[in-house]
């Protein structure tokens, strides 16, 4: 029977409970009785907390999850309980469709504090979902007030759905961000440089694959990355080149919110129950490229006497010792062949003292 709320006087109350019970008790005495094979059964709540005397809480679907009561003025889900399915149309029991934002902030609640066995937090997450959906909600506004009424004074489910209530503002104005990532390269040399990798959400774990470059740690171009790691890698021109190019590659997942959508499960002409819509894993990638990065060709040209003074008439003989600066010059080649360098050179002298050494 319906009272003035559009409530049901008997949702989840004890006297059902000890028929049920009895039924049972006669079951196992050999009685044939028959059961729904796949019901609802009371979780955590509290049984007439609310003005018409029903029960505030959450039901343990048949595949082990907790779900709420969205459509107040029908029975209590004691019948058989189908499938959840995920969705994001659900229209109240009136017919009025829930909004995306009404939506999101349903999963959110139901994500964060709906699958507890803790009763105040229970009946708090019923009261606000009772909020929305509920026949005193249509008749008298949806928002706070409405899931309050449901509490009937309460002051520890109260202080639970205040607690709550606040929450869901919270992560309505702070709508889940669509996870994305970053990958900057920074060189300090023509060769040496660092990998820098940024995500969101951070808990993200990637692959992380270099072209033109390796790891200094350990000379590969590949490494399993996540937020905030900073990786030094080494260039790997082509022989001969005179300019490269590096480009990285990232590929990530991340588990995501399911956004404005929830479970809904369907009891026959009984109540319909929700929980939250479960987390979707998401692949995103991030890339960038750095070059041409210039080599350029300096070679160094060393020269040593083998006597530091000679006789006269005799030649004086000088060694040279040709080589490049820094570990990425490569010896530049012209049709696959290096090219040649003339180095001449001027002797003067004798001179009185040794003259002083340049180191260019």
Same mark, same amino acid.
């Given at each position: 029977?319906?009272?003035?709320?559009?409530?049901?006087?008997?949702?989840?109350?004890?006297?059902?409970?000890?028929?049920?019970? /009895?039924?049972? @008790?006669?079951? !196992?005495?050999?009685?044939?009785? %028959?059961?729904?094979?796949?019901?609802?059964? =009371? #979780? $955590? *709540?509290?049984?007439?907390?609310?003005?018409?005397?029903?029960?505030?809480?959450?039901?343990? /679907?048949?595949? @082990?999850?907790? !779900?709420?009561?969205?459509?107040? %003025?029908?029975?209590?889900?004691?019948?058989? =309980? #189908? $499938? *959840?399915?995920?969705?994001?149309?659900?229209?109240?029991?009136?017919?009025?469709?829930?909004?995306?934002?009404?939506?999101?902030?349903?999963?959110?609640?139901?994500?964060?504090?709906?699958?507890?066995?803790?009763?105040?937090? $229970?009946?708090?997450?019923?009261?606000?979902?009772?909020?929305?959906?509920?026949?005193?909600?249509?008749?008298?506004?949806?928002?706070?007030?409405?899931?309050?009424?449901?509490?009937?004074?309460?002051?520890?489910?109260?202080?639970?759905?205040?607690?709550?209530?606040?929450?869901?503002?919270?992560?309505?104005?702070?709508?889940?961000?669509?996870?994305?990532?970053?990958?900057?390269?920074?060189?300090?040399?023509?060769?040496?440089?660092?990998?820098?990798?940024?995500?969101?959400?951070?808990?993200?774990?990637?692959?992380?694959?270099?072209?033109?470059?390796?790891?200094?740690?350990?000379?590969?171009?590949?490494?399993?990355?996540?937020?905030?790691?900073?990786?030094?890698?080494?260039?790997?021109?082509?022989?001969?080149?005179?300019?490269?190019?590096?480009?990285?590659?990232?590929?990530?997942?991340?588990?995501?919110?399911?956004?404005?959508?929830?479970?809904?499960?369907?009891?026959?002409?009984?109540?319909?129950?929700?929980?939250?819509?479960?987390?979707?894993?998401?692949?995103?990638?991030?890339?960038?490229?750095?070059?041409?990065?210039?080599?350029?060709?300096?070679?160094?040209?060393?020269?040593?006497?083998?006597?530091?003074?000679?006789?006269?008439?005799?030649?004086?003989?000088?060694?040279?010792?040709?080589?490049?600066?820094?570990?990425?010059?490569?010896?530049?080649?012209?049709?696959?062949?290096?090219?040649?360098?003339?180095?001449?050179?001027?002797?003067?002298?004798?001179?009185?003292?040794?003259?002083?050494?340049?180191?260019?």
């Amino acid at each position: 029977m319906s009272d003035a709320t559009g409530m049901r006087t008997r949702h989840g109350s004890l006297t059902t409970l000890f028929v049920v019970l /009895a039924v049972v @008790g006669l079951a !196992v005495c050999g009685l044939a009785v %028959s059961l729904p094979a796949a019901a609802a059964v =009371t #979780g $955590a *709540g509290f049984s007439s907390i609310t003005p018409s005397g029903g029960y505030l809480g959450n039901y343990v /679907a048949p595949d @082990g999850t907790r !779900v709420y009561c969205i459509d107040s %003025s029908k029975d209590w889900p004691s019948g058989s =309980t #189908g $499938a *959840g399915f995920v969705t994001g149309a659900v229209n109240t029991e009136w017919g009025a469709p829930l909004d995306t934002a009404t939506l999101q902030r349903f999963n959110f609640v139901l994500t964060t504090y709906g699958q507890t066995t803790q009763p105040e937090t $229970a009946a708090a997450v019923s009261a606000y979902i009772y909020a929305f959906t509920s026949g005193w909600a249509r008749s008298h506004g949806s928002g706070y007030e409405a899931g309050l009424y449901f509490i009937n004074g309460n002051r520890a489910v109260a202080a639970a759905y205040e607690k709550i209530w606040a929450a869901a503002q919270a992560a309505a104005v702070s709508a889940p961000t669509t996870p994305t990532a970053s990958v900057l390269v920074e060189m300090t040399s023509p060769i040496d440089g660092v990998v820098r990798v940024t995500t969101i959400p951070s808990g993200a774990v990637g692959t992380l694959t270099l072209n033109g470059a390796v790891l200094v740690a350990t000379g590969d171009s590949t490494a399993s990355v996540r937020d905030g790691a900073e990786l030094p890698i080494r260039g790997v021109p082509e022989p001969g080149v005179s300019a490269y190019s590096i480009s990285v590659t990232a590929q990530f997942r991340a588990t995501a919110p399911a956004g404005p959508a929830v479970t809904v499960y369907f009891t026959g002409e009984q109540q319909r129950t929700i929980r939250h819509a479960p987390p979707t894993e998401v692949a995103f990638d991030a890339e960038t490229r750095v070059g041409p990065i210039d080599l350029p060709f300096e070679p160094v040209l060393e020269s040593v006497v083998r006597d530091s003074t000679v006789a006269t008439g005799d030649s004086m003989v000088d060694g040279l010792t040709v080589s490049m600066v820094g570990p990425w010059q490569i010896w530049p080649k012209f049709d696959g062949v290096p090219l040649n360098v003339v180095a001449v050179g001027t002797l003067y002298g004798p001179l009185p003292s040794e003259p002083e050494s340049l180191d260019s």
